[in-house]
């Protein structure tokens, strides 16, 4: 049990700062991925045709002449506020638009480290570990997707670790749930701890304010579109499945069809089953976690969620990756180190192999005429990376088992 609070340490605000310069370095002299161009392309619908022709037209992607990708637009309404808002940074500033989604990420990481460090100090549930918040702040992870890729995820993870900051501080369950509502108006994803939360909070009062100031913030930003079309939207929200093949057992299952020359009706029928499965596998874990009289902090169970279900997931974006950095800050062992480094090395080598090699400044994988088949390199870090993903998830399962009700 810690019986005083700690400052925020000098060395952990020079990793901060040093990172934060390097990924505003990487913003300014690239121009990132195939995510940048598709916000850019939602900007010019948004402006010509308006938010509704996105949700239901998607935007198409070509070069010259050549039709390279048709993708939905599968994000929140307030997410088209953000987009418009990057494009009159650009316009009013002179700084480019994929600068300014960078700019937008690599800040939030800030102010994730921030809210991270908060939680573990003032908790008397969760030892304050300097190093894993300076394994934080370096993260090649974090650096790489935020200073390069340009996508919201980083914003995303920073709502969510304000809301739990406020659910463990005892602030405020409204200002918890608003928190919590912005998070989901970046990206969904929340919503895989929300049975945890639910089951976290101690009575009935804590839970309809944090459900009410979540519904108020979720829902207001896209009412206007909602009313006018709900299907369309909660389709688009909720029918999305990211990229298959790519990843963990999905990968596994195509190199064993291909190799083997099995039935591709393995591969279907694990597209169709695999994310249910790996969302009940994330139910059941979040039942079993809260089957004791003292449930584990909500910062520990919502560490283990992610980790599992990023394990589980059939669908994969590079991005993703994100979701993991804040928290390896409470466990300790090989296996956060393992994960740090084959996180590192495999998106070196992705974003490397998608820039057609070194310097990096556009990542392009949707134009593939010019792009080589994978080296072996590649699949043995995407391999190791996924393993020590699995080696996490596993540890927290350990330390969840052995020494309820949190990790030490």
């Known amino acids: 049990m810690k019986t005083h609070k700690t400052n925020l340490p000098l060395a952990l605000l020079l990793c901060a700062s040093l990172a934060l310069i390097v990924k505003i370095v990487l913003a300014w002299n690239t121009y990132g991925t195939n995510d940048v161009t598709i916000w850019a392309h939602d900007l010019v619908k948004i402006r010509s045709e308006g938010v509704l022709a996105l949700y239901r037209d998607g935007i198409s992607v070509f070069r010259g002449d050549l039709l390279l990708a048709v993708e939905p637009f599968n994000h929140p309404p307030f997410i088209t506020y953000l987009i418009q808002?990057?494009?009159?940074?650009?316009?009013?500033?002179?700084?480019?638009?994929a600068f300014w989604i960078r700019v937008t990420t690599s800040l939030a990481d800030v102010g994730s480290l921030w809210i991270v460090w908060k939680i573990v100090n003032s908790s008397a549930e969760l030892n304050l570990r300097p190093g894993g918040l300076l394994l934080m702040a370096l993260s090649p992870v974090s650096i790489m997707v935020s200073g390069f890729h340009g996508n919201t995820d980083p914003i995303m993870i920073c709502f969510l670790l304000l809301s739990i900051y406020f659910m463990t501080s005892g602030k405020s369950d409204w200002l918890a749930g608003a928190a919590f509502g912005m998070a989901m108006n970046i990206k969904v994803v929340p919503i895989l701890i929300a049975l945890a939360v639910m089951f976290y909070l101690p009575n009935m009062r804590r839970r309809l304010e944090l459900v009410c100031g979540a519904g108020i913030v979720f829902l207001t930003p896209g009412l206007p579109f909602l009313l006018r079309d709900p299907r369309l939207i909660l389709n688009n929200l909720f029918g999305y499945s990211p990229l298959p093949y790519h990843w963990g057992f999905s990968r596994f299952i195509q190199l064993y069809v291909l190799i083997g020359e099995k039935s591709a009706g393995i591969l279907t029928t694990y597209e169709r089953f695999g994310k249910p499965v790996a969302i009940l596998v994330v139910l059941a874990a979040t039942v079993w976690m809260n089957w004791r009289n003292k449930k584990p902090q909500i910062f520990v169970q919502a560490g283990f969620i992610y980790f599992l279900f990023l394990f589980l997931t059939p669908g994969w974006g590079a991005q993703y990756l994100a979701w993991l950095v804040p928290w390896l800050v409470v466990v300790i062992g090989w296996q956060p180190?393992?994960?740090?480094?084959?996180?590192?090395?495999?998106l070196l080598e992705l974003y490397t192999y998608w820039s057609r090699g070194l310097p990096w400044y556009e990542a392009d994988m949707l134009y593939t005429a010019d792009l080589h088949s994978p080296m072996f390199l590649y699949f043995v870090l995407e391999s190791l990376c996924w393993v020590g993903v699995g080696c996490v998830a596993l540890l927290y399962w350990k330390r969840l088992s052995n020494q309820p009700p949190a990790l030490p």
């Open 85 to 97: 808002a990057w494009g009159w940074l650009a316009e009013t500033c002179g700084l480019p638009f």
């Open 337 to 346: 180190l393992f994960y740090y480094v084959a996180s590192g090395l495999f």
